[in-house]
């Protein structure tokens, strides 16, 4: 699974691209859930929510 590191600038273009909702506002940055995690195989040929991060946070877990 992927996850986002503490460079997460709380901007939320992440959130809507995630295919399976795995991906939601924590209390400073935020958080994908581990287990709703696809890296979007099946939806699309890499994870979206990496394409779309201007802070490139969103990293191999």
């Known amino acids: 699974a992927l996850y986002i590191t503490e460079e997460c600038t ?3 273009a ?10 939601s506002a924590g ?3 935020y958080v ?3 287990a709703g995690c696809t890296e979007c195989v099946g939806f699309a ?3 979206a ?3 779309v991060c201007p802070a490139e ?3 191999q877990g």
């Open 45 to 47: 040929d890499a994870p």
């Open 27 to 29: 209390s400073e940055i």
């Open 57 to 59: 946070c969103i990293v």
């Open 10 to 12: 709380y901007c939320g």
């Open 32 to 34: 994908i859930d581990a």
């Open 14 to 23: 992440c959130e809507p691209e995630c295919p399976t909702n795995a991906i």
């Open 49 to 51: 929510c990496a394409a």
